[in-house]
């Protein structure tokens, strides 16, 4: 399940399942939204990244979802394996100069 | 080949001291970034430059000075570091700016004693 708080929200996921990591967004504006994996003691790394004229877009086992209605986006992994094992970020830019990072979602991957 | 890379990885240090970072991008991209990610994860943006011209300076203390000697090269020079200075800083570089992905250094780690 997940957990908010103080701590980095966290995912614990049963490998084999899929994962849902879910982000809201703030900019109305914002058109281009990508999600990020960091692994540990490692930099962000691109995973997928979707436009503000589609609401969906698939990759290799990844799917992101675009809700401009309710500003939400998701990331949905499936078939969950260990190595997915991570922190995940969603970003958003408006086209301009900035891209604003959400705050991140750890995932754990139980064997 | 690395394509951003940032050194050193790792940077413990005094307080009081001036310390420098060093990236370089080999992806010919225009646009480089410094990002501050604390320690529960959240990252945020610094600085950026595009084709070597200051495009992004946020709030940040002008104890931190980032210079760009070409489109490659981002560096990002700390004076009279602090205790409040301990953090992962990222390096990122780009293709444009905005609706494009950040490609990340793999981040350098400073520890302020």
């Known amino acids: 399940g997940e957990s908010v708080g103080l701590h980095l929200p966290t995912l614990s996921v049963q490998e084999g399942d899929n994962s849902i990591i879910n982000c809201a967004y703030s900019?109305?504006?914002?058109?281009?939204f990508i999600w990020y994996k960091q692994e540990s003691g490692k930099g962000p790394q691109f995973i997928i990244d979707?436009?503000?004229?589609?609401d969906k877009r698939q990759g290799q086992r990844v799917t992101v979802l675009l809700n401009k209605t309710v500003k939400h986006l998701s990331l949905q992994i499936a078939a969950t394996q260990p190595g997915d094992s991570a922190v995940y970020f969603c970003?958003?830019?408006?086209?301009?100069?900035?891209?604003?990072f959400g705050a991140g979602t750890r995932l754990f991957v139980k064997a | 080949d690395t394509a951003v890379s940032q050194t050193p990885k790792y940077l413990v240090t005094q307080m009081g001291n001036d310390k420098s970072i060093k990236c370089e991008q080999n992806l010919g991209h225009d646009t480089m970034y410094w990002y501050k990610q604390d320690s529960k994860k959240f990252l945020k943006i610094m600085f950026s430059y595009n084709n070597k011209e200051l495009i992004i300076n946020e709030t940040v203390p002008n104890r931190f000075s980032p210079k760009s000697p070409d489109k490659a090269h981002l560096n990002l020079h700390i004076n009279s570091l602090e205790l409040g200075d301990s953090a992962v800083y990222f390096c990122a570089s780009s293709q444009g700016v905005g609706n494009q992905p950040q490609h990340f250094g793999d981040g350098t780690r400073l520890s302020i004693l």
């Open positions: 979707i436009r503000s004229n589609m």
């Open positions: 900019n109305s504006a914002s058109d281009y």
């Open positions: 970003a958003e830019n408006d086209g301009g100069f900035k891209t604003i």
